[in-house]
Nanobody
Framework: VRLVESGGGSVQPGGSLTLSCVAS?????????????MAWFRQAPRKREAVAAH??????IYADSVKGRFTVSRDNAKNALYLQMNSLKPEDAAMYYC???????????????????WGEGTRVTVSS
């Protein structure tokens, strides 16, 4: 499965951005991804963090650092995952990656090793 992110950019603190991730090829190596977990991770210098996840059936999951500010949503018909980011802070600046797995999110959703498929990322810059 191929994941392509878009929507990154540069905003001032307090601003908003919406990231998109579109998946193509729902089946890869015999695994079906279209009902599995999709997540957003971010990579800043010296820190990689799971941000949010959605498996299309349960409630979305968020890291504590983004709760109340970020909203993850999913459109299964479009094979797409979105991340609405509001009230952005300088510490939100990072490269944001979309990841997908053929299984549901579960308690291990923050482990990047649990996602066989990754996009190439989209950069978010937050500065005044």
């Amino acid at each position: 499965v191929r994941l392509v992110e878009s929507g990154g950019g540069s905003v001032q603190p307090g601003g908003s951005l919406t990231l998109s991730c579109v998946a193509s090829g729902a089946t890869s190596s015999g695994l079906t991804y279209d009902r599995g977990c999709m997540a957003w991770f971010r990579q800043a210098p010296r820190k990689r963090e799971a941000v949010a996840a959605h498996d299309g059936s349960g409630d979305p999951i968020y890291a504590d650092s983004v709760k109340g500010r970020f909203t993850v949503s999913r459109d299964n018909a479009k094979n797409a995952l979105y991340l609405q980011m509001n009230s952005l802070k300088p510490e939100d600046a990072a490269m944001y990656y979309c990841a997908a797995a053929p299984w549901t999110c579960g308690r291990g959703w923050t482990a990047d090793g649990g996602y066989p498929a990754w996009g190439e990322g989209t950069r978010v810059t937050v500065s005044s």
